[in-house]
């Protein structure tokens, strides 16, 4: 008989964590019992998972010594207040939210840098990044063995399904108001979101910089295995309900080669190549997709070390959910 592990998902009713399980269901993943977990306002709800409703519990009264593996898909608090409950119960906790330090947990990504667990001791604590820094480290891996990258910027286009259902609804009844020509009145963004861009996603520090921008550098850093790459963020608030798009540009020593970059974005797992002259959209082409799309493939317009790149996935799937997923294939597979 193949074995089973029991799972446990904290923050299961979230939009992440109900993709989550239906990843979990889709890829036939060894699941023995399913522990959905949430605070006491969603406890009580249920969750489809193979044909059956599965009844959603408090987090707070739940014993994680039942469960081998549990899935952290909640806010940064939730995290920090339970991950020490699971460590002490012996159990693995694969975390989304970005909340535990690497030398704890690192990032991982499978088609970047799974060579990562090798070195890790049961109960094991692992990291999935941000979905920006999953979809950059995914498209940039490949392409570190052919170019000497000195510099990345990136201008990341975020759907608003990365702050959650509420921020979903919000730009629902925006678009609707303003296509009824009613007055707008913003809740949940303070401007009109609908139909407009917002140059920041949180709220900046003294610098300028927000805590989203940050963690992408810094998880970027980490998953690429490259400490002191100069990486320059700007997370833009799109008008779009699910899937992030980056105007990425890489910096060189050397004359880039187009031919053998192209060649080795097609190879690799996890990406689609969009054919010169087409582009992808996140609409068109990521959303529900378990890969980064890339197009506009192109050198500088003067300056031949210089490769700009367009890349779209959907955030909530292939940026968060599905890369937990393949952590813990991996996990079951050798170490758990």
Known sequence: MTQTFDIAVVGATGTVGE???????????PVGNLHLLAS??????????????????????????????????AGP?????????????????????????????????PEANASVLAGLTAPFQVSSPSPSATSLAVVLAPLLALIDLQYVNVTANLAV?????????????????????????PTFFDRQMAFNLLAQVGTPDAQGHTLLEKRLVRELRQVLALPLLKISATCVQAPVFFGDSFSVTLQSTTAVDLQKINAALEAAPGIELVDAGDYPTAVGDAVGQDVVYVGRVRSGVDDPAELNLWLTSDNVRKGAALNAVQVAELLIKDLL
Request: glycine letters at 4%; charged letters at 25%.
């Open 19 to 29: 993709t989550l399980v239906q990843i979990l269901e889709e890829r036939n993943f």
């Open 40 to 73: 006491s306002e969603s406890a009580g709800s249920s969750v489809l998972f193979r044909n059956k409703n599965v009844r959603v519990r408090e987090v707070d009264e739940f014993d994680f010594a039942k469960v081998k593996l549990v899935f952290f898909a």
């Open 77 to 109: 608090a939730i995290t920090l207040s339970y991950a020490p409950r699971v460590h002490a119960a012996g159990c693995s906790l694969i975390d989304l939210s970005g909340a535990l330090p690497a030398d704890q947990a690192p990032q991982v990504v």
């Open 161 to 185: 399904s990365a702050q959650g259902r509420e921020a979903v609804a919000e730009l629902a009844r925006q678009t609707a108001e303003l296509l009824n020509m009613r007055p707008l009145e």
